[in-house]
């Protein structure tokens, strides 16, 4: 079966397509969105999901979220005993997500349509297949997640011509697409975003005016008490959506905090990030040549777009209110699962071939002579414009700064700077000259071709000999080798993950174990508590086990609502 996955920064979603259209599957505790969050335990058992995310609290060193922003780095986290690589975090991700899909199938994931920011480097997408590989699965496809999102929204079934500007919000990034439909493709129009924007700023800047209110700085609470703070300042964040005043109590050590925020006063403060979201939105815009009377619908999608001052800014900008009738953090995987039916070739979407834009400019360094007959070196030469539609291939001819040059160094860049320094270097390629022949006959012809995988090849050839050459690139240091996947996959393969059927046990016991950290008035109590239902679980009497989960899961609701 192939599977449509949206691996989000804050959470991941896993359906397919089938008879009724898309379908996302739950989760072991029955929700479809599982928190991207690794965790390992004592035992160094892997933790997934929910638990995991409340365990980020009770045993923050040996867990970790929003791995993805680090996708297409060598970065590593160590958890426990071991040291993981982002791709093999997103890779356990996957995994639980693919045992979710099978549960609720009884078939076998052998593929899968990841959706990936439509800002995602080069280096990234790599990576994001890697994860798949890493997973046990097929990935051949990766599509941009407001793609996906406008696929959600039927866009392959409006009239031709027809024009969607797709605003997503995510926890930690913010795209912007303009696509159009036509002659039945969905085409990317332009793309821009943040990689740095998201709900978490808004978090954050809740966090920085509440610790003002009340004189602290970030150094007068512990750890925990910060991520407590923050867990209870994310509920406001989302009331706020709702309500136009939110309530917090607060207990921090002895002293007992009263603190209220209207909405009013939070659009005040996050007012900066707002700003922060029109250049992106002009942007897009601007690159796709589009006035705003001229789009045919609005998609917000992302749960971050759920604030009203999100409809606001569009309605500001756009002078219209955006379409909403898909929950915002689903509507990226509903479209990666109708991007899987394509796949699957379901005939309903037989017709729609998607095609997507190379969302950065490729190009190349090269060097001028200035008037005074010296040589300035580092200016960066585009050959593919950001926003061109992919699969793209452009050339380029270039010639030796001087006569009797034995050799042209040629460097690619990935980036907007002028000047190569400001931009990502992605490999370089000798080509080898004649130095008997003038610097006038010594062209080189400079092919880039982009594909719809996101994989660039650089072909050059002397033109005077016909002699061609193919870029190899160097080895990027943030990306995994097959080799080195091969290694890693069989080591993944030897962690011990905890069986699906066990987490909702797992996850009472994480979530008791993050109240023991937040209530210190009931931690006697919770101990008992922790400890009668970990007995009960090593009796393995079934009905015992669900009958005191329930019972559990009612007490520690209780504790939760305690304020
Ligand atoms: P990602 O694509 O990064 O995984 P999601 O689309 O799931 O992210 O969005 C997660 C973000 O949405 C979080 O920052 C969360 O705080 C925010 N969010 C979810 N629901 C609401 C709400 N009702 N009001 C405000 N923010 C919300
Ligand atoms: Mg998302």
């Known amino acids: 079966m192939i599977v449509g996955i949206d691996l989000g920064t804050t959470h991941s979603l896993i359906g397919r397509f089938d008879e009724s259209g898309s379908r996302l599957f739950p989760n072991a505790l029955g929700d479809v969105l599982t928190p991207s969050v690794v965790s390992v335990d004592d035992d160094g058992h892997v933790i997934i999901g929910q638990a995991a995310r409340d365990r980020m609290v009770s045993h923050p060193e040996a867990s970790v979220a929003s791995f993805k922003r680090w996708m297409g780095t060598a970065r590593e986290t160590k958890l426990g005993k071991r040291s993981f690589r982002p791709e093999e975090l997103s890779a356990l991700i996957l995994r639980s997500l693919i045992a979710d899909a099978e549960a609720a199938t009884g078939e076998k994931v052998t593929e899968a349509v990841i959706s990936v920011p439509a800002y995602f480097s080069d280096a990234q997408r790599k990576a994001t297949r890697a994860a798949g590989e890493l997973a046990g699965i097929r990935v051949e496809r990766l599509i941009n997640e407001p793609t996906a999102a406008a696929l959600a929204y039927g866009i392959q079934e409006q009239r031709d011509g027809a024009r969607f500007l797709v605003f997503d919000l995510g926890g930690g990034t913010f795209d912007v697409t303009v696509l159009e439909l036509f002659d039945g493709v969905v085409e990317v129009h332009a793309s821009a975003g943040d990689n740095f924007l998201g709900g978490e700023d808004f978090l954050d800047a809740l966090e920085a005016a509440f610790l003002a209110d009340h004189k602290l700085g970030s150094h007068d609470l512990s750890a925990q008490q910060l991520g407590q703070l923050r867990r209870r300042l994310e509920l406001v964040k989302r009331e706020l959506s709702q309500q136009t005043e939110v309530r917090l109590n607060f207990a921090l050590g002895e002293r007992q905090i009263d603190w209220s925020i209207t909405q009013d006063r939070f659009n005040q403060i996050v007012d900066p990030l707002l700003q922060r979201m029109r ?184 033109l005077a000999t016909g002699e061609k050459y193919e870029l190899i690139l160097e080895q990027n240091p943030g990306l995994l080798s097959q080799e080195e996947i091969r290694t890693r996959l069989a080591r993944l393969d030897e962690l011990k993950i905890h069986p699906r059927d066990k987490q909702e046990n797992l996850a009472l016991i994480a979530r008791a174990e993050r109240l023991y950290e937040e209530h210190i008035q009931a931690r006697a109590q919770l101990q008992e508590w922790i400890a009668r239902f970990r007995s009960i679980l090593e009796s393995q009497d079934d009905m015992s086990i669900r009958e005191h989960h329930r019972e559990f899961g009612r007490a520690l609701d209780a504790l939760e609502q305690m304020r």
């Open 279 to 462: 250049t992106p939105l002009e942007r897009a815009m601007r690159d796709a040549r589009v006035q705003p009377e001229q789009l045919d619908e609005i998609v917000l999608v992302g749960g971050a777009s759920r604030m009203p001052l999100v409809s606001r800014l569009i309605a500001r900008m756009f002078g219209r209110l955006p379409m909403r009738h898909i929950h915002p953090d689903q509507t990226i995987a509903l479209g990666a699962c109708v991007a899987a039916g394509m796949k699957s070739r379901d005939e309903r979407l037989e017709e729609v071939i998607l095609t997507d834009v190379c969302p950065y400019t490729l190009g190349t360094e090269i060097g001028q002579m200035d008037d005074h007959g010296r040589v300035q070196t580092g200016i960066y030469s585009p050959v593919i414009h950001r926003n061109s539609v992919v699969p793209v291939s452009r050339e380029d001819t270039f010639w030796p700064m001087r006569d009797g040059q034995r050799a042209l160094n040629l460097k690619v860049y990935q980036g907007e700077s002028p000047m190569v320094v400001n931009n990502i270097k992605l490999g370089e390629l000798e080509i080898k000259l004649d130095p008997k022949r003038p610097r006038t006959e010594s062209a080189v012809k400079l092919r880039f071709t982009y594909d719809i995988n996101g994989v660039l090849q650089v072909e050059a050839q002397v």
